[in-house]
């Protein structure tokens, strides 16, 4: 991929104003002594005038999180948007929120109400919780479960997590993890719980599940399915899988098909293991279906006692990359990240070594095409991809500082731009405002009582 230097507007505001380091002034928003953790999400309000996050007491602390809180991006005023009422050394614990795009709604996880030391707060005892904030007290539960059979169709019977809106507010995509399939692997010895990842969709009137004493029954208000087949032991050379995670919406109203029409879909992870016998991990895709209540040829929405529920009738998986010839094959799987995409749908991004063994942005297109290294730094890349909401443009860190690069309408890559200075502690978690003049970002900051995740702002400069 050739690189290019004619910048589009968000990089000539950048450098055409009175700002020679082309730095983006930054900004500490918070400041109590507790985390503040964004967590890979879509953390500001509709109106871009607060961040939403949660406090857990390390990054991997949901269990003991008791509160989702917001900033307020002007004057950094924090409120709670929801508080535990019943906070416990095993949950319930809640986590990963993120905002709707258009309605001062969040969505996060929520742990068992009634966890104790025989349910405690695990990822397939957690449910999707949205909360109105025009409706204070209100307690909105994404997803159903059903964990009595017969299922139920529309309904899940485990935990879901990292909720992600669509664009249109009409779907929340989701990885998923299942409690009857756990119990099932705790009972044979087998290997059966087997992380994937799903949709849910409001249809209307929620499928109905029977109550029950013990709090595991749960009556949601959306319609939720699996997307994708995973099996414990995928034969060596096939497209099987037998995790799927970290996905991400692609697009804000899908990819473009060969035929002009867009197709809503999720990019995720699958691990695979090659002919050779190695464990890899690759970019995959899978279409979502417009009519997600209609079942698929491999089995029951619901799922049975022994079977993952089934994906729906057009869920379409596609593997979008093949690097079993490179010197480093497969996708980084550290730093931890999540794929992502651009608002027009046309790429896919991800992490992976180049022939150096550094770790690079890569893109690929929907299509499947030959994917291109984006980025050439002579240090590994730190974090995920995350897009500008309607430009071909998109963040990242490196060498411990934000960076930008653009995309060309031919498809070449702009030389990437530093747009914080280098700090001792890395930026993390970045995200963009709705309107694409901030990005929020968290970062550690010693106090003292110890380190803490604050959040931090950016703003392009005017």
Same mark, same amino acid.
């Given at each position: 991929?050739?690189?290019?230097?004619?910048?589009?507007?968000?990089?000539?505001?950048?450098?055409?104003?009175?700002?020679?380091?082309?730095?983006?002034?930054?900004?500490?928003?918070?400041?109590?002594?507790?985390?503040?953790?964004?967590?890979?999400?879509?953390?500001?309000?509709?109106?871009?005038?607060?961040?939403?996050?949660?406090?857990?007491?390390?990054?991997?602390?949901?269990?003991?999180?008791?509160?989702?809180?917001?900033?307020?991006?002007?004057?950094?005023?924090?409120?709670?948007?929801?508080?535990?009422?019943?906070?416990?050394?095993?949950?319930? @614990?809640?986590?990963?929120?993120?905002?709707?795009?258009?309605?001062?709604?969040?969505?996060?996880?929520?742990?068992?109400?009634?966890?104790?030391?025989?349910?405690?707060?695990?990822?397939?005892?957690?449910?999707?919780?949205?909360?109105?904030?025009?409706?204070?007290?209100?307690?909105?539960?994404?997803?159903?479960?059903?964990?009595?059979?017969?299922?139920?169709? @529309?309904?899940?019977?485990?935990?879901?997590?990292?909720?992600?809106?669509?664009?249109?507010?009409?779907?929340?995509?989701?990885?998923?993890?299942?409690?009857?399939?756990?119990?099932?692997?705790?009972?044979?010895?087998?290997?059966?719980?087997?992380?994937?990842?799903?949709?849910?969709?409001?249809?209307?009137?929620?499928?109905?599940?029977?109550?029950?004493?013990?709090?595991?029954?749960?009556?949601?208000?959306?319609?939720?399915?699996?997307?994708?087949?995973?099996?414990?032991?995928?034969?060596?050379?096939?497209?099987?899988?037998?995790?799927?995670?970290?996905?991400?919406?692609?697009?804000?109203?899908?990819?473009?098909?060969?035929?002009?029409?867009?197709?809503?879909?999720?990019?995720?992870? @699958?691990?695979?293991?090659?002919?050779?016998?190695?464990?890899?991990?690759?970019?995959?895709?899978?279409?979502?279906?417009?009519?997600?209540?209609?079942?698929?040829?491999?089995?029951?929405?619901?799922?049975?006692?022994?079977?993952?529920?089934?994906?729906?009738?057009?869920?379409?998986?596609?593997?979008?990359?093949?690097?079993?010839?490179?010197?480093?094959? @497969?996708?980084?799987?550290?730093?931890?990240?999540?794929?992502?995409?651009?608002?027009?749908?046309?790429?896919?991004?991800?992490?992976?070594?180049?022939?150096?063994?550094?770790?690079?942005?890569?893109?690929?297109?929907?299509?499947?095409?030959?994917?291109?290294?984006?980025?050439?730094?002579?240090?590994?890349?730190?974090?995920?991809?995350?897009?500008?909401?309607?430009?071909?443009?998109?963040?990242?860190?490196?060498?411990?500082?934000?960076?930008?690069?653009?995309?060309?309408?031919?498809?070449?890559?702009?030389?990437?731009?530093?747009?914080?200075?280098?700090?001792?502690?890395?930026?993390?978690?970045?995200?963009?405002?709705?309107?694409?003049?901030?990005?929020?970002?968290?970062?550690?900051?010693?106090?003292?009582?110890?380190?803490?995740?604050?959040?931090?702002?950016?703003?392009?400069?005017?």
């Amino acid at each position: 991929m050739r690189y290019f230097h004619t910048f589009p507007l968000v990089f000539f505001l950048m450098i055409a104003c009175d700002n020679p380091t082309g730095f983006w002034p930054e900004r500490q928003l918070t400041h109590a002594e507790q985390n503040h953790e964004l967590d890979h999400n879509e953390n500001f309000s509709p109106d871009d005038a607060w961040i939403v996050y949660d406090t857990r007491p390390d990054p991997a602390g949901i269990q003991q999180n008791a509160k989702i809180e917001k900033v307020h991006v002007q004057t950094g005023e924090t409120q709670a948007l929801y508080t535990v009422t019943n906070p416990g050394p095993y949950g319930p @614990g809640v986590g990963a929120v993120s905002y709707h795009p258009f309605l001062n709604q969040v969505v996060f996880i929520h742990g068992p109400d009634s966890a104790d030391q025989d349910r405690p707060y695990a990822g397939h005892w957690r449910t999707g919780l949205i909360i109105d904030e025009s409706r204070p007290g209100e307690r909105i539960w994404m997803d159903s479960r059903d964990v009595v059979p017969p299922y139920t169709p @529309g309904a899940l019977r485990g935990g879901t997590h990292r909720h992600q809106w669509s664009v249109d507010g009409e779907w929340i995509g989701f990885t998923y993890n299942d409690a009857v399939m756990v119990a099932l692997e705790r009972a044979s010895g087998k290997k059966c719980d087997l992380r994937t990842v799903g949709v849910s969709k409001r249809l209307g009137p929620p499928v109905t599940v029977r109550s029950d004493s013990t709090g595991k029954q749960i009556q949601g208000a959306w319609f939720s399915v699996l997307l994708v087949p995973v099996v414990p032991n995928p034969k060596p050379g096939t497209d099987e899988i037998s995790k799927a995670y970290e996905d991400w919406w692609v697009g804000t109203s899908g990819y473009r098909k060969p035929n002009g029409t867009l197709q809503r879909a999720r990019a995720f992870m @699958g691990d695979l293991i090659t002919q050779e016998g190695e464990h890899i991990t690759e970019v995959f895709i899978v279409d979502v279906p417009d009519s997600i209540h209609l079942a698929g040829e491999l089995g029951p929405l619901e799922g049975t006692e022994t079977q993952l529920p089934a994906p729906p009738r057009g869920a379409v998986v596609r593997r979008l990359t093949r690097t079993e010839g490179r010197r480093y094959p @497969g996708i980084s799987t550290e730093p931890r990240h999540w794929l992502s995409s651009s608002a027009d749908g046309g790429f896919i991004s991800y992490l992976a070594k180049d022939d150096d063994g550094v770790v690079q942005v890569f893109l690929v297109s929907p299509l499947g095409d030959e994917p291109v290294q984006a980025t050439n730094h002579k240090t590994s890349v730190q974090s995920m991809v995350r897009w500008h909401p309607r430009e071909r443009v998109f963040s990242y860190v490196c060498d411990n500082s934000l960076f930008l690069a653009s995309i060309s309408l031919d498809g070449n890559v702009s030389e990437p731009v530093r747009i914080t200075e280098r700090s001792e502690e890395a930026p993390f978690a970045h995200c963009w405002s709705r309107n694409g003049e901030h990005i929020a970002f968290n970062r550690y900051v010693p106090s003292g009582q110890g380190s803490f995740i604050q959040v931090f702002l950016v703003a392009q400069p005017h």
